[in-house]
Each structure stands twice: as C-alpha cells, then as structure tokens.
C-alpha cells in the first residue's frame, strides 16, 4: 500500500514537470521544423515537376540522402559530426534543422504525387485561358493538390511530434528527456515512460481528431 501510494504521488508530481516542456519545446519545436519542411518540400516538388536538371539532380541527392538514412544518424551528424567541418549548432537549432530537412525530404514525394495527381486537362484548361505556367499552377493545380495532400501531410505532422523525443540525444530538454532525469531520481522508469508515452498519446490523439475533423470538411467540400 505505502509503495502505491509513493507511485501515485510521484505520477501526480511528475505529470507537470513532463508536460511543461511538452509545451515549451515538443510543440515548438514540431510546428517550427513542419513549416520549414514544408517550404522545403514545395521547393522540392516543384523542382522535379519543373524537371529542372541541374536542381532537380541536387534534390534528388538531397531526397536520396535523408530518405535512406536513419534519423538518429542525421541529427548526430548536425550536432555532433558538423563541429569538425568548423560549424558549431546549439541543440535546439540542430534538432529544428535535422527534423526540417527530413520533413521536407519525405513530404516532398507527397506533395509530387498530389500534383501529378491532377488531370493533365486541368494544365491544359488555364492554358487555355490564357494563363501561364505559374498561374495554372497557383490558380488551379496547388489548390486541388493540396485536399489530396492534407491527409498524408498530417499523418507526417502526427509522426514529427512523436520523433521530437529523438531531440533528447542531444539534450534538449523536452518530455522525454525530463522523463529520463526524473526516471534516473527516483528509479521508477516503467512507471515514469509509461507517463511521458501517454502524454505523446494525448498530443497525438487530439491531432487525429483535427484531422478526422479536417478530412471530412475536404470530404464535404469536394461533393458540393
């Protein structure tokens, strides 16, 4: 009885200490590296579409690069490999540079496939008006890409925030490397990463509903 009640008091306790930077850095630190990635992923997407060779050969490596190696890896080597190479990051920046390079990578084979994913009619209908390249894009192509996007844009968005937890290897402060130094206090780790998982289960479980919540507006959007 006296060992539940020191782990419940330590759950109560503990709840905040984890939540806290769950707010001050966890999110930031998702919502940040997302829209980074995001550009980054457009840019991308368009280079290919374009088929502009020389770019188009760099992202290309850029994709191939990110896509076949381990997150993990391409954090440690921002943080710890580029200080050799005379440039110095401090955690934060490193994990928002790290996440934004590989949300972009990832997303941009996304946001292709929702593009090319358009009627080639459609090109050939704003053409038609009179539009240019950029304008059929802009006008016509983006807007349609984009409700086939959503979807697996936020599942991508969903799976960022759970990967933020990786940013603990090279100690920022979030959730679960708070979780860590308060597991290493009290040696209760079950206990305390069973904590920290279903708070990264709250922030997920609301996402999913926004995004239930935004697919059924795309849904009803495209019956009208």
Known sequence: MEI??????????SFWTILKPGLIY?????????????VIAIAV????????????????F???IIRGTPLLVQIFIIFYGLPSAGI?????PASIIAFSLNVGAYSSETIRAAILSIHKGQWEAGESLGMTYFQV??????PQAAKVSIP???????????????????????????????????Y?????????????????TVLNKIQKSAEMKLSIGQKI
């Open 45 to 60: 997407a368009l280079i290919h579409i374009a088929n502009l060779k020389v770019l188009k050969g760099i992202t290309s």
């Open 88 to 92: 110095t990051l401090n955690p934060l």
């Open 62 to 64: 850029y994709v191939w």
């Open 188 to 204: 209760e780790p079950l206990i305390l990463y069973c904590e920290v998982a279903f708070i990264y289960l709250m922030f997920c």
């Open 4 to 13: 539940s009640d020191r782990i419940i008091t330590l759950i109560i306790n």
């Open 152 to 186: 697996p844009l936020f599942n991508s968005f969903i799976g960022l925030v759970k990967d933020t937890s990786l940013a603990a290897n090279i100690t920022v402060a979030e959730m679960f490397m708070v979780t860590q130094r308060i597991a290493a206090k009290t």
């Open 26 to 38: 966890t999110i930031p630190i998702t919502l940040i590296s997302f829209a980074i990635g995001l």
């Open 137 to 142: 894009l802009r006008r016509i192509i983006i």
